[in-house]
């Protein structure tokens, strides 16, 4: 949530922010704002909603300097204003973080004995007063802030920049990623790399509990015990990195495009040309275990609820899962030979990166799905397996969704082979028909005009009923996440035979009742339901493919045809019509379809 960028450089430091601010538009944001020194002094700028607002009051009134920090706001502690946007100054310090000082109610109470005021609602003021309060009691710069770090309880990422030093960035993390871009007599700081990515290819991630020093030609790293860090120096892949709309309207559409090619290299990643076996980058024999616990937020929530289906009907191994910001308050036991399984996209949700560390000691084996390899929750792993679906912008997972289905199949079969519950000629079909499927997304987004004329039927309504069976159960889910997130309508996903047990109360003319319901095991029962929906008028959208539409098509409101697909790969194929449901139908609201209101694309607070 929210983005810090810092540039210690050669030259005007405020276009350079808030250009890199801009990378990290995605993440969510309700205010941004800048700080830089200039001859020596501080100076800074903030303004309320979107980066353009920052960019005309610059114009209007310039900042100087090239040395500064850089922040967008999501609103935690404060409502959204110019006073609690970020950097915050205290006198000679200014401070940009993203996270939760969970102490900070302590702190200023501390800092109210010594005659201090505040002026905001937000729980960063009183790092900066805290900083300014160690550099008045005569402490250094670095040691005034590695002063406020160590007094700060709660996640963080910070970068601190004071008055008479341009040559010097403090930063520092604990819980909320942060990055070091090195440059050539220049260094940065950056929320991630997308961020960073323009001005440098050379990044060094800091690790949980470091603080760093930086100069334009050095850099000090601490660990929390103050003891000098040795971190690695990366140097990434610029094209990894790219975060342009390529042609289209919103990063959302591109990337519900762009599902195909990049499922395509996640199926190649792990079942290489001419094998029949998956083959994962590291060790994990299921053989092993007894069971498999998975924990995971959001969208990657509801990959997890479809893999249980794949782990128990083919590898036949116990799944349980859990929602990560529940999991550890639940303290649940993990009994021997069991596998902890986290995915998250990010690699930094601070809800499932928390889980992870509960398990650690406990279960037999960590292992994380996630799309950024170099992320805390992948480093804090026995084993990380990556979705290779490239950068992901639009706050509404699409395509790092049906990677994340892709690769937990592909573990799935992983699992069915070390268990010998499938055979030879089993495991080389299902391998078949993984290889045929992005041949099968590329047909599902030909249906793009039919899915449009729905989705401006489905904008006019209030509330949305989405059904499934099986494994469209928890896709049912995960289409109503996407409606509500993007287009503000109130949607709910159930199991079709959980209609009766109370949804059904709700059904009348105006309801709208989206059926994903390929023909296959549970499709006459799906259609059960769904004719339940239609006997008491409500409009029923059928998502099937030509056999399902031709059986079951009278009386529906509108049909929405897939092409045929094996069962197992249903949940991923009919993810392109849930998405281009939702797009469609927040265009036709004329949202915000890219950056949804009080959402934010990381979650790195609790």
């Known amino acids: 949530m929210c983005g810090i960028v810092g540039v210690l450089g050669q030259h005007e430091a405020a276009p350079i922010l808030v250009e890199a601010l801009k990378r990290l538009e995605y993440r969510g944001y309700d205010s941004a704002g800048i700080a830089t020194i200039d001859n020596g002094a501080l100076g800074r700028r903030r303004a309320v909603g979107k980066l353009v607002n920052l960019s005309d009051l610059l114009v209007h009134n310039p900042l100087r300097g090239k040395s500064g920090i850089g922040h967008t706001r999501w609103a935690t502690h404060g409502a959204p204003s110019v006073t609690n946007a970020h950097p915050h100054k205290a006198g000679p310090v200014a401070v940009v973080h993203n996270g939760i000082v969970e102490n900070y109610r302590e702190l200023r109470a501390e800092l109210a004995e010594h005659g201090v005021d505040f002026v905001t609602e937000t729980d960063t003021e009183t790092v900066a007063l805290m900083a300014e309060h160690y550099l008045n009691s005569g402490f250094s710069s670095v040691d005034a802030a590695f002063k406020t770090i160590d007094r700060l309880q709660g996640a963080f990422a910070l970068a ?58 050095s850099l000090e790293i601490r660990n929390e015990a103050g003891e000098l860090a040795n971190r690695e120096t990366r140097k990434i892949k610029l094209d990894q990195t790219r975060a342009d709309k390529g042609g289209h309207k919103h990063f959302m559409a591109k990337e519900i495009a762009e599902q195909p090619v990049v499922v395509a290299e996640a199926i190649r990643s792990y079942l290489p040309t001419g094998a029949s076996k998956v083959v994962l980058p590291g060790e994990l024999d299921f053989a092993n275990l007894d069971r498999l616990t998975m924990v995971a937020c959001g969208t990657a929530f509801y990959a997890c609820l479809t893999a249980k289906y794949w782990f128990e009907q083919l590898a036949k191994i116990p799944v349980e899962v859990d929602i990560a910001s529940e999991f550890r308050y639940r303290e649940p036991p993990i009994p021997d030979r069991t596998a902890a399984l986290f995915v998250s996209q990010s690699g930094e949700t601070a809800d499932t990166l928390a889980a992870l560390r509960y398990c650690e000691g406990k279960a037999d084996k960590i292992v994380s799905v996630v799309n950024v390899p170099e992320s805390s929750i ?229």
């Open 160 to 217: 601190f920049l004071f008055d008479g030093e341009d040559d010097l960035i403090v930063a520092a993390r604990k819980g909320s990623p942060l990055a070091i871009g090195h440059g050539d007599g220049e260094m940065f700081v950056g929320s991630d790399a997308i961020a960073l990515a323009p001005l440098t290819d050379r990044i060094t991630y800091l690790e949980e509990g470091d603080r760093a020093v930086l100069t334009r030609t």
């Open 378 to 606: 992948a480093r804090e792993s026995d084993l990380a397996l990556p979705i290779h679906a490239g950068v992901e912008i639009g706050v509404a997972s699409t395509k790092a969704f049906t990677c994340q289905l892709s690769v937990l199949l592909m573990l799935a079969l992983k699992a069915a082979a070390d268990r010998g519950t499938m055979t030879d000629e089993e495991l080389a079909d299902h391998s078949a028909a993984l290889r045929g499927l992005p041949t099968a997304l590329n047909a599902a987004l030909d249906q793009n005009r039919a899915i449009k004329k729905s989705a401006q039927r489905l904008s006019e309504a209030r509330d949305v009923l989405f059904l499934g069976r099986g494994l469209m159960y928890p896709l049912a889910m995960e289409g109503a996440l996407k409606l509500k997130e993007i287009s503000y309508i109130h949607a709910e996903g159930y199991a079709s035979g959980e209609l009766k047990h109370g949804p059904i109360a709700l059904i009348d003319k105006h309801m709208p009742v989206i059926v994903m319901a390929p023909r296959d095991a549970v499709f006459d029962k799906t259609v059960s339901n769904m004719q339940e929906v239609m006997a008491r008028k409500g409009k029923v959208i059928l998502v099937s493919d030509d056999e399902g539409i031709a059986d079951a098509k009278d009386g529906v409101w509108s049909t929405i045809r897939m092409p045929h697909i094996h069962a197992s790969l249903a949940p991923i194929l009919y993810s392109v019509p849930a998405q281009l449901l939702a797009y469609h139908t927040a265009v036709a609201k004329g949202t915000d379809v890219d950056q949804p209101r009080n959402l934010a694309k990381s979650v790195t607070v609790e």
